[in-house]
């Protein structure tokens, strides 16, 4: 099995309108000049945890966080706008595969990208997947200590 790819391009079926939750909070975060905050939200337990960590960290000043779905799936979105107009962009990896900094780096040009590897922040795991194999309170705690090493490394952008 072949364990590299090159670049790939994947067809998305367009899409109608937008959504309206969505559209007033990017628009909210564009006029407060908020840097979004995009994270991976896969099932297993570091997407989790970096999702959470996200989260954590888009409730601090001047962060809020942004939906990579909306922002790479509906492109004529407040959310795409908002996040491919930003000056900065924080995106929140959950492991070395970077899925979604990786589709992120194709929107925004990646001088503007503070890529985070969140696994490197917290090492354990490496052998789950499922998130509820790991106790909630467990993700929750993990979630906090990363977020708590990424705000310092963010205070200067």
């Given at each position: ?6 670049d ?19 628009e ?26 996200a ?5 601090e ?9 909306e922002?790479a ?68 705690d ?16």
């Amino acid at each position: 099995m072949r364990k590299v790819t090159d670049d790939f391009t994947l067809q998305v079926d367009g899409v109608k309108g937008v959504c309206p939750a969505g559209e007033a909070w990017a628009e909210q975060q564009i006029l407060q000049k908020k840097i979004p905050v995009l994270a991976c939200e896969g099932p297993c337990v570091r997407g989790d945890i970096a999702r959470r960590s996200a989260n954590i960290v888009g409730k601090e000043e001047p962060f809020a966080r942004a939906c990579y779905a909306e922002t790479a799936l509906v492109p004529h979105s407040a959310m795409a706008r908002w996040v491919k107009e930003a000056d900065k962009v924080v995106m929140v990896d959950g492991c070395f595969l970077q899925c979604i900094g990786r589709i992120l780096n194709n929107l925004v040009d990646e001088e503007k990208i503070v890529h985070i590897d969140a696994l490197p922040l917290y090492e354990k795991y490496t052998d789950v997947f499922y998130m509820e194999d790991v106790p909630e309170a467990e993700r929750i705690d993990t979630a906090q200590h990363v977020a708590d090493q990424i705000l310092p490394i963010l205070k200067d952008i």
